[in-house]
């Protein structure tokens, strides 16, 4: 033990002998003089738990300030995780995609390739003649005078009294006829020289047909049938169901299924179309938009086997 632990000790005995025999009065301003020597300490002391109380207190608050970064931090890792996998996964989709595109586009070049139309057509132009040449033609004043040298023509065609073009060995009966993208009617008789036109309005005259509803967003279908002749100016639309929306100013064109390149022809446009109460189909009838009295020359297609076809065989 140092001699400052001893004296120490000393002047705590001695004190504590003064508090006992000191009278009262000594004694009590003894106690307050110890009580004022210490108080600097005990402030200390109570200020130092209040600091420790608020720097746990601080602690604390950091340690959650902490959790909560951490916890944060591993969210945020999870979903970097997450948006890794499914980026992956996307560029493994889009990949698949990709090569998905790229097969059929090769598939399609290929059938492209060997793929042929069935049937082709050609184009015959032919020049209408007029009624008073027709005439000459039909009465025999231009055979007349050339039957010495082989020229003769079919009786059926002279005895008719349809309109006439000026071709006739090459086409066919029921080969349609055009002028420009509207049909006129098609080939009815074939002689040697000259062919018949059956045209659209002629009550032997029958196809198949479009009714087509023209709005500002295209051209929209609206029903299906046949177009007949009737012998008169309009043309009939008939079998197109009830449940159809037929108007009047609609436009009627052929089935392109039947068409060359697939491109629908034009007929005409309806001028009249009711429903008749508890009929199943409308009753329709077209303006026909061609005028074979009007043309110089039509249009007759030829359909045949397409020979790139055959050779494939």
């Known amino acids: 033990m ?3 632990t001893i004296k120490a000790a000393a002047i705590c005995s001695l004190a504590g002998v003064l508090f006992v025999l000191a009278p009262s009065w000594l004694a009590e301003l003894l106690r307050g003089l110890a009580r004022d020597a210490l108080k600097p300490g005990q402030q200390s002391v109570v200020a130092l738990v209040d600091s420790a109380s608020e720097w746990r207190e601080e602690l604390g608050w950091v340690d959650e300030k902490e959790q909560r970064i951490e916890q944060l931090e591993a969210m945020l890792q999870a979903n970097n995780d997450h948006f890794r ?12 995609y990709l090569e998905l595109k790229s097969t059929q586009a090769k598939s399609l070049m290929v059938l492209e390739k060997r793929t042929e139309p069935l049937v082709v057509t050609t184009a015959v132009t032919c020049r209408v003649l007029g009624r008073e040449l027709a005439g000459d033609w039909r009465s025999g ?15 059926i065609v002279l005895r008719s009294d349809a309109p006439l073009v000026d071709q006739g060995t090459g086409l066919e009966s029921g080969d ?7 049909i006129i009617g ?7 020289w000259t062919s018949t036109v059956r045209l659209v309005t002629d009550p032997e005259y029958v196809a198949t047909v479009r009714v087509i509803r023209e709005s500002p967003s295209g051209l929209n279908a609206a029903g299906e049938g046949f177009i007949e002749g009737t012998g008169k100016e309009l043309c009939r639309v008939t079998n197109v169901a009830s449940t159809a929306n037929v ?9 392109y299924r039947n068409d060359p390149d697939s491109q629908s022809m034009f007929f005409g446009v309806v001028e009249r179309a009711e429903l008749p109460e ?16 009007r043309l110089t020359s039509v249009n007759v297609l030829r359909r045949e086997v397409n020979p790139l076809r055959m050779m494939a065989q």
């Open 2 to 4: 140092n001699t400052s």
């Open 85 to 96: 996998k499914h980026q992956v996964k996307w560029l493994q989709e889009r990949q698949r």
């Open 141 to 155: 004043k231009l055979l007349n005078r050339g039957q010495d040298s082989g020229l003769a023509e079919s009786d």
């Open 176 to 182: 349609p006829v055009y002028a420009g993208r509207t």
């Open 186 to 192: 098609e080939i009815a008789e074939v002689g040697r």
């Open 247 to 255: 108007q009047v100013g609609d436009l009627v064109f052929s089935d």
């Open 278 to 293: 508890n009929s199943q189909t409308w009753e329709i009838w077209v303006r026909p938009a061609g005028n074979i009295e």
